[in-house]
């Protein structure tokens, strides 16, 4: 038995994945930019439908007028050289010449028989040229050799008669529509005119977009930036949504800090009283143990109110993050680390000093807990502030690296714990560098161990 053949592809299918390919090349080649794919809508239709007249205009109208003028010019022409045959006693043509000038408006001319010139070169666009000789061709019925690329405003016909050659000079305006390009001319201006308004246009549009997306990522980056919704409607809905959204976070975050002031007052007024109980208690030797835990309780009561406050009610400032960096790498080197650093790029930065400040000392701090060699690296261009920091530590499995940054989650080496123990260590460090609009990775370090690394937007 033979093996059943799979059914042959529906015929369909081919045109099918010929459309979608096209459509993926053409979505590649459109631009990104709502401002310039509003102005392609605007545009493309007034460039095709301005293609579509000029086409139809040169085809039907243009080729028809000049075809038409170019026979009657030829008419004219034929009927000078029947003239000239039927009448023999005015061999001088002086009377045909004044006839032509006065009546046909066309300069006649007889000189003696000769050989006609040498045909010139066709022109290769000239409607004119080819019209012309066809019309003479179909009514002159003699030998003849034409001139239109001599002079620009005139044209010379030269006729092969009986016994002479007739000359006729006409103006380029009887056999031709020149106005044609009077007309191309006024449907450019008139697009490029309609153009001009619709990049103002579209640019009045756009700018209210614009400000409400600078509004929003700086509010996502902490920043309070000024904004009043603008524009059209529907952006200012959306603007407005943004705002009220805005209030909404800002009355939350303020309820928040009130909630945990409270919380924060009552506790240490608690650890206070502890304190005194023990200062009352006196020496012995159980002093010293409580003393541990109270100091450990009151560590931990810093550590849980930092990360649930944050530092959004920090106002931004522009620091030295060489300094920061410096400080940092000197603090581990007291510790008994070797530490080194290296900076390349501009070493100031616009952030929240005291929380940038946090942030990095937790991970330097997490790097000199469980390593005994720190490199520090940092890079600031014009977009970003980026810095690796390098330990040889253990590290921390690939698979667990995004369970390191749980708040309270302890890993089975303790490497995301901080120094009271509470595991908010590197959740805390990616809290405040989100705050900023950016954020910390976990990577295989150079020196064996772990690379934490911090990315903000300057």
């Known amino acids: 038995m033979t093996a059943p053949t799979a059914p042959a592809p529906p015929t369909y299918a081919w045109p099918r994945r010929t459309w979608r390919r096209f459509a993926l090349w053409l979505r ?6 709502l401002f310039a794919r509003s102005l392609l809508i605007v545009v493309l239709p007034m460039v095709l439908l301005q293609s579509l007249v000029a086409y139809v205009f040169m085809e039907r109208h243009w080729q028809r007028v000049t075809h038409r003028l170019s026979a009657a010019l030829a008419q004219d022409v034929a009927a000078l050289a029947d003239i000239y045959d039927a009448f023999p006693s005015d061999r001088r043509g002086d009377i045909l010449s004044r006839v032509a000038v006065e009546r046909l408006l066309i300069d006649v001319r007889f000189a003696p028989k000769a050989a006609l010139p040498p045909a010139l070169p066709k022109p290769f666009f000239s409607l004119l040229d080819r019209a012309l000789s066809e019309e003479l061709r179909k009514r002159v019925g003699r030998p003849f050799w034409l001139d239109t690329i001599g002079n620009s405003n005139l044209i010379e016909i030269r006729v092969q008669l009986a016994d002479a ?3 006729v000079t006409a103006h380029r305006s009887q056999a031709y529509a020149s106005n044609s390009s009077i007309f191309l001319m006024w449907m450019v201006g008139t697009a490029l005119v309609l153009i001009a308004v619709a ?10 977009i614009r400000r409400l997306a600078v509004a929003a990522e700086a509010f996502g980056k902490g ?13 200012r809905q959306a603007g407005l949504a943004f705002v009220e959204m805005k209030r909404r976070v800002e009355r939350a975050r303020a309820q928040r800090m009130a909630m945990l002031n409270g919380v924060s007052h009552d506790l240490r007024t ?3 009283r502890f304190r005194l109980s023990l200062a009352l208690i006196g020496e012995g030797p159980e002093h010293e143990a409580l003393k541990r835990d ?3 309780m009151e560590r931990m009561l810093e550590s849980y109110l930092a990360f649930a406050r944050g530092d959004g009610e920090e106002a931004e400032a522009s620091v030295d993050i060489r300094a920061i960096l410096t400080d940092l790498a000197a603090s581990a080197e007291r510790a008994g680390r070797a530490a080194q650093l290296a900076y390349a790029g501009e070493p100031t930065a616009t952030v929240r000093p005291d929380a940038l400040r946090r942030c990095l000392g937790n991970l330097v701090a997490n790097a000199q807990r469980y390593g ?23 590290g921390i499995p690939a698979e667990r690296r995004d369970d390191a940054f749980k708040p309270f989650h302890r890993l089975d080496e303790g490497r995301n714990q901080d120094e009271a123990g509470t595991g908010l260590g590197l959740a805390i460090a ?10 910390v990775t976990l990577t295989d370090s150079p020196l064996g161990g772990l690379r934490a690394s911090v990315a903000i937007p300057v």
Do not use: C
């Open 165 to 167: 050659q007739m000359r």
């Open 430 to 439: 990616r809290d405040i560098a989100r705050a900023h609009g950016g954020d």
């Open 270 to 272: 608690v650890l206070t």
């Open 199 to 208: 990049v103002l246009f579209l640019r009045n549009q756009i700018r209210p």
């Open 28 to 33: 590649g080649k459109m631009p990104k930019g």
């Open 294 to 296: 109270v100091a450990e």
């Open 372 to 394: 005994q060699r720190i490199e520090i690296s940092a890079t600031r261009d014009a977009a970003r502030l980026t810095v690796h920091i390098d330990d040889d530590g253990p």
């Open 223 to 235: 920043r309070d930036v000024a904004y009043r919704p603008s524009g059209a409607r529907e952006v």
